[in-house]
């Protein structure tokens, strides 16, 4: 058979990943697709720059010249960020183009448009490489846990993220410290809002929780919260008492809907998920049949993102000739059969809790903070009390409770707050044992 | 659309587990599938002993009723074993039905018949179920790693065996006090050879390097070592030096040919892989692209493994009318694109060592030991010499090599052996570091 003709859209790493995996590993995918596989034209912003090798390739820096390509089969958009990508995909679309995307930005605010003008053209839309890059976590949740009611799933799904809270846990670190550091070394871009901030992580955990649920994606839903705030101090004491920090992407379906957060989390040390270090990404998904499952790699770089969309590529080559309403649904699930069971509200989600508060170091502060604890419904877990330091009058009193939902301890923290001896604000991270039930 | 009707062959564990799924999640799968499943006609061979829920199911003792149902789309064999199982399969496929199996020992036995059955009658057999339990290994190294060339892949695939060390680790127990539990707990079967000796889990490693390497099912050509002989000092000394002792199966192309071989193995104990502790299942694949990649889950069970069978038949439902040409081929490369690249024998294989020998306490035999290990060629990594106890007149010393061929190994070996300052024969385990690289 001729080999299928794909159109690339950007040449810059995940794109000179992919042409240099594909030109390099032909054999070994033409073995498995059963054709070849091959880029004849491909588009850049400046192809001066480009690094890859493009022979071969019919080149552009006008990307609609690709998707306009009546010989282009697949485009593969990885240009990202919103515009000019939407754009561009809606227009392969309309063309009746297949499209491969490791773009989770636009899969998790666009995606609902552009599925639907998928199916209304009969083309697929593919995005693998949008979660935990290399790492085939949307086949394993679309297919290969198709049998499950997924409970939950919790996510380490952004590298740069995991490689400051574990370059502050072992080298007892600063945040600005680390992040400067992983700045130099380019884990982190210049503007690292997106990454710290949790934002990308907002953007994948959207699209793995409409794929384990299937819910219509809805990134504006996300409860989101960055990393900036966490301390050595935080790190450290977690430590002690036998957890760690970690940023994690959280999806849990509830009686009363769905939760969707993001947020520092502590973790059992035990759990394999705790121990995934570095820039490695990891998802944890907890399906009724199958128990807890664990897929691990990397979650980002030019060749493990490349991975993902030359198995996107292969896929959808698989399904060029078969009938549309046979194909894995986008999202999963059958579009006429989406759920729409509502995202909560942060108040309502509910999770246990590692809070630290600076009390006066004198008798009966314990007994009125428990007090209210108590009075909240709340169960307390363990509570480590550390001496005041020389030069402060307040001990570092450190709380973990038990589940209870979030607006609960929000009463509570405010009640705590509001006590003459304890000063300042009561710093809160949530805790997830992460157990198999 | 009327729902796929399937025949099920065996109502025990697995075929239980898998009709109560099905049942139980037939609205979620439904939607996921665009289709209903629906076991239409069941056999087991004593339909009084069955505790599974059999309403709407005609049911018979009688397999080959099920195989030569002419409603029945896709038979179901969870009987396990070579026969009748094979002839059944075989059976079904000549019928022009497609089959999903669990049985990895049919699979690495007889696949390659069954499949070349298979590809003539233009039907598929599916077989997620078969490795790893309700991990999605097989779909994972099939088609999410497409891109890649597998270097290597090591995995805990046996549930039994691992529990068995995990235990031994933790509380410093005798492997045969540990199996006796591990059978009174219903972990281990009453015979327990298919498990300790390894069979089972060569098995499973037999069917990973074929759809990792693209070479032909090759059992018999695995080296297999049980972990009857693993000692709770060795998995103490291990411990003090950083390692811990999995029962691994390990892949591996090299440029001579493949290694296949399941055996006790020292992990670093910072790799994740080496905190897969109890029942639990993992493989960490490296592939050229990807980097490696690990999948963690329950190895057996009756719902994990229903979760894959079941995942199996939605994949089948997808493609039932599909060009087979079209479709992921069994061995995840094209029948006609097979490698014939030689298996190597075991004496061939290159691997980091663990040694352990009873010597005599006295000056200059440490340096005799070392002597013939620098003659050899073999460098070493660690030394660990513990004082003989009071009532023998022999240290035990613990040696970590680095990586060299078995052969040499196996010559070293026997020069010390001879030795007369050195008391029976030598310990060896052997060492994987499974570093990224």
């Known amino acids: 058979m001729n080999p299928v003709k794909v159109g690339l859209l950007g040449l810059g790493t995940v794109g000179g990943g992919t042409a240099n995996v594909l030109r390099r590993n032909a054999g070994e995918i033409s073995r498995r697709a059963g054709r070849g596989i091959e880029i004849s034209h491909a588009a850049a912003r400046n192809l001066d720059s480009t690094k890859a090798d493009m022979t071969g390739m019919k080149l ?3 990307a609609f010249e690709v998707v306009n390509d009546p010989e282009v089969a697949i485009v593969i958009e990885l240009i990202g960020g919103y515009e000019p990508a939407r754009t561009l995909v809606l227009q392969a679309i309309a063309n009746g183009k297949h ?7 636009l899969i998790a605010r666009h995606g609902n448009e552009i599925f639907t ?16 890059g290399g790492i085939p976590i949307i086949k394993a ?3 290969g846990l198709a049998a499950n009611r997924i409970e939950w799933l919790a996510g380490i799904i952004n590298g740069t993220g995991n490689f400051i809270l574990t370059e502050m846990r072992d080298k007892g670190r600063d945040f600005a410290d680390v992040l400067a550091e992983a700045q130099a070394l380019g884990y982190a871009e210049a503007d690292p809002t997106f990454d710290v901030e949790g934002i990308d992580a907002a953007h994948k955990l959207t699209i793995l929780a409409s794929i384990a649920f299937g819910i219509p994606l809805q990134f504006d839903k996300v409860y989101t919260e960055g990393i900036t705030r966490i301390t050595r101090e935080d790190v450290a004491y977690a430590g002690e008492l036998g ?3 970690k940023h994690l992407g959280v999806a849990r379906a509830t009686d009363e809907g769905i939760e969707l957060r993001v947020h520092p989390t502590l973790i059992p040390e035990r759990r394999l998920i705790a121990n995934v270090d570095g820039v490695m990404n990891a998802v944890l998904v907890k399906g009724d049949a199958v128990g807890p499952t664990l897929y691990y790699g990397a979650g980002a770089g030019a060749e493990p993102t490349a991975s993902a969309v030359i198995a996107d590529i292969v896929d959808v080559v698989r399904t060029l000739s078969s009938e549309p309403a046979t194909r894995v649904p986008h999202l999963a699930f059958q579009p006429d059969a989406l759920s729409d069971k509502p995202v909560l509200p942060v108040e309502a989600i509910e999770t246990a809790y590692y809070l630290r508060l600076q ?8 007994a009125e903070v428990t007090r209210i604890f108590a009075d909240a419904g709340i169960s307390i877990e363990a509570i480590l009390q550390k001496e005041p330091p020389a030069d402060s009058p307040d001990a570092t009193v450190i709380i973990l409770t038990q589940r ?15 006590l003459d001896t304890i000063s300042g604000a009561v710093t809160r991270i949530r805790l997830e044992h992460l157990a198999s039930n």
């Open 359 to 366: 009390a006066a170091d004198k008798p009966g502060v314990l």
């Open 141 to 143: 949740l679309r297919e």
């Open 404 to 418: 209870v939902r979030e607006r609960q301890m929000n009463a509570a923290i405010a009640r705590i707050e509001a």
């Open 243 to 245: 957890y760690r920090i």
């Open 60 to 62: 552009t820096e006008d």
């Open 99 to 105: 499209v491969v995307t490791a773009n989770k930005a």
């Open 117 to 132: 003008a998928a199916r209304e053209h009969g083309v697929m839309v593919a995005f693998e490489a949008a979660v935990g």
